[in-house]
């Protein structure tokens, strides 16, 4: 059985050992769903690249360094989804706010539905689906390919809201991140990539499944049309300004579960640590397994920093905390779009209240891709040679 271990060590000896396998093999065996304890043919990193433990570009580098970046290009593409889908997001915010709303708000309506308890569950007629709701919520992980058919017979078949799917699956995994999450569950349902939905198919189900439940004849609505909505996400929009630390200034860092990878940044010198607690995934609870994830993965950062840092919850505290070590900057590295920027968000009038300016650090990589977010991931995958160059890769 796969398990995770919430430090930087393990997830370096998971690349190593995956690295092998990242050229051909992947290309080969990465649509195979070989269910729990089989997932070998792909990396099973996300969850620490989830929470930066490990960046993209450590990634990227050791793949193409083995295999070459033509045998490595597809592995390579699949890890430039996750930058595309930061970026996306961070350039049309309205759509996380969008999730956030409409999920909190039919959620007193669905929440005590025997229909959705029957999904959430594993008791629907589907015993496909059902062993992957087991696997979800007992390994806190599921195969790209089980995720997209999952969220197809979700929407599609069961007709639950994609909201409430995108909800069960960002409680469960230890990956879950507001924008692949999000974005993919919104791309099955035809709303990423308007009126292109993914329609989860019996015979390709079979195909790509090993040693897991036979779909029944009929079973799954082969033929749906995809969802519409009112809501526009809009174009584009230019990514956020944040402040730059201001050199000189006596500054605490600020770790939060978006980065754990502070050393490879050029932060300046800090006089004490914190680290943002937050369980802000949804309303409902979220797994233990992924709470106490996020908490080892910060205890973990801190150690390699060899500092001892101070937990805080909201913006009073931080203020406090930033107060009590007589600093005026907090610094951070860049926070995208998810609960924890709300949560930042939310901490700005006690931060301002007390003089202290809130600066963000954003990665090399982040500000090469996320430009070219602005429409589908074919222009970053076309742009993907280029970028490595830039980034000397
Ligand atoms: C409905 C749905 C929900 C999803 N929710 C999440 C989520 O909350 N968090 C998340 O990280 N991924 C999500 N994904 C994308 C993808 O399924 C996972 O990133 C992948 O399965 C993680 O397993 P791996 O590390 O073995 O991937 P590998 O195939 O080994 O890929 C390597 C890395 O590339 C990135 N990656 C690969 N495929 C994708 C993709 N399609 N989109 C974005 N990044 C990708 C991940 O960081 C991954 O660790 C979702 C996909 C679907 C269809």
Redesign the pocket.
């Known amino acids: 059985m796969q398990t995770f271990i919430p430090t930087r060590a393990a997830a370096l000896s998971r690349l190593t050992a995956f690295v092998p396998k990242a050229g051909r093999a992947y290309a080969h065996g ?1 649509n195979t769903d070989f269910g729990r304890g089989g ?1 070998d043919a ?5 969850p620490y ?2 929470r930066r433990l490990l960046t993209e570009r450590e ?1 990227v580098e050791a793949a193409v360094a083995a295999h070459g970046r033509e045998e490595a290009e597809k ?1 390579v593409s ?2 430039f ?2 930058t595309y ?1 930061k970026g996306w997001l961070e350039r049309r915010p309205g759509v996380w706010d969008h999730y956030t709303t409409t999920r909190d708000a039919m959620l007193p309506a669905w929440e005590g539905k025997p229909f959705l308890r029957r999904a959430e569950e594993g008791r629907t007629d589907i015993a496909l689906f059902n062993d992957w709701v087991e696997e979800l919520v007992e390994t806190n992980y599921l ?2 390919h089980a ?2 058919w ?2 197809s017979i979700w929407i599609f078949t069961l007709r639950l809201p994609w909201q409430l799917g995108a909800d069960f ?2 409680r469960h ?1 230890l ?3 507001p924008a ?2 999000t974005l ?2 919104r791309w ?1 349902a035809g709303l990423h990539t308007k009126g292109k939905h993914y329609l989860a198919q019996r015979s390709n189900i079979d195909r790509f499944t090993r040693g897991r439940p036979a779909v029944d004849p009929g079973q799954l609505d082969e033929t749906a049309e995809p969802l519409d909505e009112t809501f526009d996400p809009g174009p584009a929009l230019p990514v956020r300004d944040h402040r730059a630390p201001e050199p000189g200034r006596r500054s605490v860092l600020l770790l939060t579960m978006e980065d754990c990878h502070p050393e490879s940044l050029d932060l300046p010198e800090t006089a004490a640590t914190a680290i943002l607690s937050v369980d802000d995934r949804s309303p409902r609870p979220t797994a233990r397994a992924v709470l106490d994830f996020d908490a080892a993965a910060l205890d973990d950062t801190a150690r390699r920093l060899g500092v001892a840092a101070e937990r805080v919850a909201d913006g009073e505290a931080l203020a406090a905390f930033a107060t009590r070590h007589d600093a005026t900057q907090i610094v951070t590295p860049f926070v995208p779009r998810g609960p924890t920027h709300d949560r930042l968000t939310a901490a700005r009038p006690s931060l301002d209240a007390a003089g202290i300016a809130l600066a963000e650090v954003r990665r090399d990589w982040d500000a090469q891709v996320w430009p070219k977010a602005t429409a589908g991931f074919f222009k970053i995958k076309k742009a993907i040679p280029r970028i490595l160059d830039t980034m000397d890769v």
Request: aromatic share 18%; hydrophobic share 40%.
């Open positions: 990465r997932h792909v990396s099973t990193l996300s690249t989830r990634i592995y699949e890890v989804w996750r889908f195969h790209n995720r997209m999952f969220a699956f960002a995994l990956d879950g991140d692949s999450n993919s569950w099955v």
